[in-house]
């Protein structure tokens, strides 16, 4: 496989775009990183997109993104991973790539969510846990990260505040990030005193219903070298799957998946954890980027709350995690969500992420995650 | 020369408190409470609907106006709870306080503004001299689906006014209306709770269209923000009207007067008309009221009336809202909530 280099990315603001559609949201962002590359033909393209089906009514989304961007009659493809279908679109990018099949690729990820009300977003969001185990019983998200929060408190006692300091930390990066949802701070009281979702977890210790896009151009290292600007090179790719039911994991406060994905993504890169200087990780929840944290080896199991008490994960700390603001102030389009912290991994590898840049950083981390962990992609950066 | 020359306020007596509503559906109070400023709403008697509500504040705006009920030449009541889908309201509002036969009437709908359209079309009669005077109520028994957010504030209350041309209670100096296709919130036929959609229902919907008729207004008038003693907005919960005056830069002391949802709910046609009914219960002659109704679909209404001289000889004729607000209320809890709405299916 041949080296793959990122040449352009490309985010626009999330929010609750009432006056943007799914194919204008993804054009936008699209165009965007092809103007940031330098770019204007491309070989093929690959979208992640969770549920368009059940949030839009659409599928088909490869004809119609390609045929929206002007692009027929390239090949392009829809990739689907539940909430990890962004850094699955990415994967599979860096495949076309890698493999010489495509020499330009732009890879995208796009979720418009916000035109059915919260019950059908949240039944929607709900089939990416085991229908048949879990959605028929009545599990929601929230419920599924409840009962993971409660028995990491219960095995390795981490508190309700710990909890509530992701969130906190989150948003005071997010405050930083003008494209965020949230782009404002929060207090740990506010966390706390904030209304109940699912025992133990709050409005603040979730990460809200978003319409956004994200875009990358991928090329091979020739093609990036001709380009005569800085890039991002991919120095590893992995992907793994686990039990999509909770129920069937032998250790609810560990997530397997992200743990070999980030074991084969670094072997790749050839680098060992503690040679990343920024992670971009799957906070769909407070809990999950403890438990996240722990699963990529940055903390011993177990010691993921104390990390983020201590101020470890802070852009300053130790291993800064999720400078952009996370999925939590950030937002979290979930088809948009892999593709985005790759976004953010390379503005902050150019040493353009402004206010929230971590100083010095050359290598990065993406950890994106579908479900509660029954798969997960991560994927290692490094500066050129 | 054309304004009020009556208004009337009615609000039944029966409140549920959002705690009681909450309880049943295991919800957290305290976030409507805090969230919505919300604390309790009225309930319509059983025996009480948009109809009835009708007359009794058609009856204060007149003892209010002091006219002979025989000389109004146009009657609207504006509501989405008309209790017949076919058959008028104001005829029978027309008939009950004398107005007939020769009167001109309809009923109109427009979601939450279709009491502020009354007030629109009767106020214009008067201004083109068709008619010596016009009576405008919006009244409602508001639908709010069990367990949805609209149940918190779904309330019943009516407004009526009375527009002539001599003897003002308060000069209409400036109307404007500001609507496009927006659908935030709907009910079709045979369906028996409105659906909206969520919060969409705001920044597109009631913020565009209030902030947008309130400038429009103001720019027509020339007149800005500090000039008003008082401004009403339609009061869908507690807490849009005050972001609504924030963001057109009024102070909260001239929202209060008018603000009656905390304890009142959303008397949905009934919402604006009333809180201008409380702000001319406290108004002194020459100050301006700047009022901005708000319906889904969506669009919103704005009047700049100039109170004169005779609000203080007239606002005692009737009952201040404020005090069919806060007097002889009666507590009721959920299960006779559920009662007096026909929430409950009862044996042929």
């Known amino acids: 496989m041949r080296d793959v280099a990122i040449i352009g990315a490309g985010m626009t603001k999330w929010g609750e775009l009432w006056d943007k559609s799914l194919r204008a949201l993804f054009t936008e962002t699209a165009l965007l990183a092809l103007e940031d590359a330098g770019v204007d033909k491309i070989d093929s393209m690959v979208v992640g997109c969770m549920s ?25 493809a829809r990739v689907e991973s539940a909430c990890a279908s962004g850094g699955l679109a990415l994967r599979q990018g860096f495949f076309e790539v890698a493999s010489g099949a495509s020499d330009v690729v732009l890879v995208g990820g796009v979720e418009k969510m916000t035109d059915v009300t919260g019950c059908e977003a949240t039944y929607a969001l709900g089939t990416a846990a085991d229908q048949e185990y879990e959605g028929y019983h009545g599990l929601t998200f929230p419920a599924l990260y409840a009962m993971m929060a409660v028995a990491h408190m219960h095995k390795y006692g981490t508190t309700r505040e710990q909890m509530a300091r992701v969130a906190v ?135 993921g709350g104390k990390a983020v008490e201590e101020g470890l994960t802070a852009i300053g700390g130790t291993f800064p995690v999720n400078p952009s603001g996370g999925l939590k102030a950030k937002g979290h389009p979930v088809g948009a969500t892999g593709v985005a912290q790759a976004v953010e991994v390379v503005k902050q590898l150019r040493g353009e992420a402004g206010e929230r840049q971590v100083k010095g950083a050359k290598r990065g981390l993406t950890q994106n995650m579908g479900g509660t962990g029954g798969s997960s992609v991560v994927h290692v950066f490094e500066a050129d | ?64 106006a002091g006219i002979d009920a025989r000389r109004i030449g146009a009657v609207y009541v504006g509501s989405e709870s008309h209790p017949y889908a076919v058959k008028p309201s104001g005829t029978v509002l027309a008939e009950a306080i004398g107005a007939v036969p020769e009167c001109h009437t309809a009923d109109l709908e427009f979601a939450c503004k279709a009491g502020s359209e009354g007030m629109f079309i009767a106020l214009n009669l008067v201004r083109s001299g068709a008619v010596k005077y016009g009576l405008a109520v919006g009244a ?65 919907a009631y913020f565009k269209h209030v902030v947008g008729a309130a400038e429009g207004i103001m720019a027509k008038a020339k007149l800005k923000p500090s000039d008003f003693a008082f401004v009403v907005f339609h009061q869908p919960n507690g807490k849009f009207p005050f972001r609504a005056g924030e963001l057109l830069g ?3 002391k001239q929202i209060e007067p008018g603000w009656l949802v905390n304890r009142l709910g959303n008397t949905y046609s009934g919402s604006s008309p009333l809180g201008l009914t409380a702000a001319l219960d406290v108004a002194k002659p020459g100050d301006l009221i700047l009022m901005v109704s708000y319906g889904s679909g969506a669009g919103s209404d704005a009047f700049v009336w100039r109170v004169t001289d005779r609000i203080d000889k007239v606002r005692d004729l009737a009952p201040r809202t404020r005090a069919l607000l806060d007097g002889n209320k009666a507590y009721i809890d959920y299960g006779v909530y559920a009662k007096y709405r026909r929430k409950i299916r009862k044996a042929e």
């Open chain 1, 52 to 76: 368009s089906g059940l949030f839009v009514g659409q599928e088909h989304l490869g004809s119609l993104l390609s045929d929206y961007l002007g692009k027929n009659p390239i090949p392009a």
């Open chain 1, 169 to 303: 930390k989150n948003h005071l990066n997010g405050s930083k990030n003008p494209l965020a949802q949230f782009p404002f701070q929060v207090s740990v009281e506010a966390v706390l005193s904030s209304v109940l979702v699912a025992d133990p977890l709050r409005i603040l210790d979730c990460s809200p219903i978003t319409d956004g896009a994200a875009a990358l151009v991928l090329s091979s290292l020739e093609t990036a070298r001709k380009l005569k600007k800085p890039f991002v090179r991919i120095a590893g790719s992995g992907q793994a799957s686990d039990t999509i039911a909770l129920s069937s994991r032998k250790d609810l406060c560990w997530i397997e998946s992200t743990h070999v994905a980030a074991q084969k993504a670094l072997a790749m890169a050839g680098r060992k954890v503690e040679d990343v200087h920024l992670f971009e990780v799957h906070d769909c929840f407070t809990i999950a980027e403890i438990m996240v944290t722990e699963a990529l080896g940055l903390v011993k199991k177990g010691q």
């Open chain 2, 1 to 64: 020369m054309a304004g009020i020359i009556g208004y009337g306020a009615y609000i039944p007596r029966n409140r549920i408190k959002v705690e009681e509503i909450a309880k049943v559906w295991g919800a957290d109070a305290p976030s409507y409470k805090k969230g919505l400023m919300l604390e309790e709403k009225s309930v319509p008697s059983p025996d009480q609907d948009t109809i009835t509500m009708s007359v009794e504040a058609a009856r204060n705006a007149l003892k209010r």
């Open chain 2, 140 to 204: 409602d028994t508001s639908q709010g689906a069990p367990g949805d957010a609209l149940e918190y504030s779904a309330a019943a209350g009516a407004a009526a006014f009375l527009f002539g041309s001599d003897d003002l209670v308060a000069e209409a100096v400036e109307t404007y209306a500001y609507m496009t296709d927006t659908p935030d919130f709907w009910r079709r036929e045979y369906m028996y709770y409105p659906r909206h959609g969520g919060r969409f229902t705001g920044d597109p």
């Open chain 2, 250 to 252: 009024f102070a909260r």
